[in-house]
């Protein structure tokens, strides 16, 4: 993990002044970084019975789809509203400023499955509680929660649900 974190590029004052953003895309685009990433967020789950991860747009999309297939999963996309084209059930959330929605299509999800909810960065955990409430709707067995980044200062464990295991690859 020492090897991902060098590649993980911190960039000042994006997308507003303030605040540090921990830039993702320059450790995928390294194979080294890309193939540990996988690795390791597949070692946390292997012999748990894993049957769908949600990754949350957009860059859970990346590290959640790596986790669905080296688990031999199902992936599911929580999408930005109006982007899903099926049935789908939504949830509001607080932002910095103002309010937020995500979705999840309505049959995403079956009483049967094991989930992982899957995102690149812990920050305030706002993203991450809506989803998590779409997917609980849905009545799964289990419901466990991944983070490649968790930001400790921010304190996003605090809204985290305190039924769901949360894990992160790295803490800042
Ligand atoms: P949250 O505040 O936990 O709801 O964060 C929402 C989303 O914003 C997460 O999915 C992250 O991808 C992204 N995000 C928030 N803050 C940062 C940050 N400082 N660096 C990188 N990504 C961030």
Redesign the pocket.
């Known amino acids: 993990m020492e090897y991902v974190k060098s590649k993980i590029r911190d960039?000042q004052d994006?997308p507003k002044k303030g605040?540090?953003?921990?830039?993702?895309t320059t450790a995928f685009k390294d194979p080294r970084a890309l193939q540990t990433i996988g690795r390791d967020l597949a070692d946390l789950y292997r012999g748990k019975g894993v049957t769908k991860v949600v990754g949350?747009e957009?860059?859970?999309f990346i590290g959640g789809s790596i986790l669905a297939f080296e688990l031999g999963a199902g992936f599911v996309p929580a999408r930005k509203p109006g982007k899903l084209p099926a049935d789908t059930i939504s949830c509001s959330?607080d932002?910095?400023y103002g309010k937020?929605v995500i979705e999840l299509h309505r049959d995403a999800i079956s009483p049967d499955d094991i989930v992982v909810i899957h995102?690149?960065?812990?920050?305030?955990?706002?993203?991450?509680?809506?989803v998590y409430e779409l997917v609980k709707s849905m009545n799964p067995k289990k419901i466990y929660i991944n983070f490649i980044?968790e930001?400790s200062a921010?304190n996003?464990r605090a809204v985290m649900p305190t039924d769901a295991e949360v894990t992160s690859l790295l803490a800042y």
């Open positions: 960039v994006f605040i540090l953003f921990y830039d993702l949350i957009s860059r859970g959330f932002k910095e937020d995102d690149d960065v812990l920050a305030t955990g706002g993203t991450m509680a809506a980044i930001l921010l996003g």
